[in-house]
């Protein structure tokens, strides 16, 4: 035996003899530990969603303040919306409508509006300047849309988007 060999062989016998008895229970233990962090971590994660936008809660207006908001809006349409009522137009033209009923009963609104046809569907649309809103400066127009279709025709939609003229 040489010498090269003779301080191997010492060097293994004093690491066997530091790591003493039970070091390999030690080393199993932190194993054992590590993968329980990473289930645990794991656990939560997948328990943590990301937050969902809340669908809009469909608001129920009384036939009366329907037929106020359609006498609103018909006001407005008649004065020719002026910059300072657009928003009050744009409240009284969500409130007057209901998606599904027979557009007969809004003839005299949609008799306000720019009307179009593309094939079943009808179009019609309202186009109101808004004052300038310093939150939202490059928004400058609104259209108000309802689309109608079927037979009879019905509300099928009704919306409003706000652009830059």
């Known amino acids: ?44 994660a997948s328990t943590v969603r990301k937050e969902r936008p809340v669908p809009p809660r469909e608001v129920v207006w009384t036939e009366q303040e329907r037929q106020e908001a359609r006498d609103r809006f018909l006001s407005f349409a008649k004065r020719g919306f002026s910059k300072a009522e657009a928003r009050e137009a744009t409240e009284a033209f969500g409130r007057c409508l209901r998606k599904g009923d027979e557009a007969e009963k809004y003839s005299e609104v ?16 309202w186009y109101l300047e808004l004052p300038f809103d310093p939150r939202r ?17 019905r509300i099928d939609t009704f919306y409003y988007s706000d652009s830059m003229d």
């Open 110 to 125: 949609l008799a306000t509006g720019r009307k179009g046809r593309s094939g079943e569907l009808t179009t019609y649309e």
């Open 1 to 44: 035996m040489d010498v090269h060999e003779a301080d191997d062989e010492a060097s293994r016998e004093k690491s066997a003899r530091n790591r003493g008895p039970g070091w390999s229970r030690r080393v199993v233990s932190c194993v054992i530990l590590g993968v329980a962090a990473i289930v645990v971590v794991l656990a939560v």
């Open 137 to 153: 400066p490059d928004s400058m127009s609104r259209v108000l849309t309802v689309f109608v279709k079927g037979d009879p025709p």
